[in-house]
């Protein structure tokens, strides 16, 4: 009687449990899944304007697979990426690193570094788009004072992208140097008092202690400025025109998946660049998953 009362008891609680995961539940299906499956099944049909689906099959992808314009996105994406995201977690990691020794202000330079995150992306797109102008904008005023002739940053196609990755670099900083910061505080510092008592100097402590034991909160800032770096849109949005000569030299996949969906109405073709994204950032998060288990040391 009694294991029959226990494991009513436990059913009863799985139950309750299920009841009161379910809204939640509910809304991850409605709100991630669904337009997931959804966006699978439009990857293969033909979609114009408000028109109804017509299946195609494969035809959407033949055409990508043949697309020139999605390679360069693509590569333009790539590049991107490979740049800003070792540049801007070092970044990252050597301002956490200083605003966490015994310096003066350092609340401030903390608030300061953040500001970025919480800026409205349209916001620091018009200040940087007018710190690039090529005729009245601060950088080009500045590099005048030296004698520099500045050059266009956003209309000419040789400085556009590397001017889209500084922005980049820019604004993700704050956000993971908080993550970070974080993580070097949960290291005890009784690693670092007893390895300076064995001669370790500043140089051989962020290595053998500060790196090893950071390596878990360094792999979650790796892997996620990753699938943001692939996913870069509103700056480019923001500060390049659609009509500009240096749209085509950084222009992105997200970028690209935008003009075909809204500016020209083709969804069904939009859902397929959008499906070849999905597939390009679980394959690298799966590679980073593997590879993870070589240099992160979990406690």
Do not use: C
């Amino acid at each position: 009687m009694k294991e029959t009362s226990l494991k009513s008891w436990q059913r009863n609680k799985q139950i309750w449990a299920f009841i009161f995961i379910a809204p939640t539940l509910l809304l991850i299906l409605i709100l991630n899944v669904w337009p997931i499956v959804q966006t699978l099944y439009y990857s293969f049909n033909t979609i114009k304007g408000l028109g109804e689906p017509v299946w195609n099959g494969i035809a959407n992808y033949t055409t990508a697979f043949h697309d020139k314009e999605l390679g360069r996105a693509l590569i333009n994406t790539m590049i991107f990426t490979v740049v800003t995201v070792p540049v801007g977690t070092f970044l990252s990691l050597l301002t956490a690193v200083l605003l966490n020794s015994k310096i003066k202000a350092k609340s401030f330079f903390r608030v300061v570094y953040f500001i970025p995150v919480i800026s409205a992306p349209v916001a620091v797109s018009m200040v940087w788009k007018w710190l690039y102008n090529s005729e009245y904008g601060l950088i080009n005023y500045l590099l005048s004072l030296i004698g520099i002739n500045g050059p266009d940053w956003l209309g000419d196609p040789k400085f556009a992208l590397t001017s889209i990755m500084i922005v980049g670099i820019w604004s993700l900083v704050g956000y993971n140097m908080v993550i970070l910061l974080g993580g070097l505080q949960d290291i005890p510092k009784t690693f670092y008092e007893a390895a300076e008592m064995d001669g370790a100097g500043p140089v051989k402590q962020f290595f053998t202690i500060t790196i090893p034991l950071l390596s878990p909160t360094l792999f979650f800032v790796v892997i996620t400025t990753f699938i943001g770096a692939l996913q870069v849109f509103d700056y480019i949005l923001m500060m390049i025109s659609r009509y500009s000569p240096s749209i085509k030299s950084t222009e992105s996949i997200v970028y690209l998946f935008y003009q075909y969906t809204f500016a020209n109405n083709n969804k069904g073709y939009g859902a397929t660049i959008a499906i070849i994204l999905l597939v390009i950032i679980l394959v690298i998060t799966l590679i980073q998953m593997k590879l993870q288990k070589k240099w992160v040391h979990y406690k």
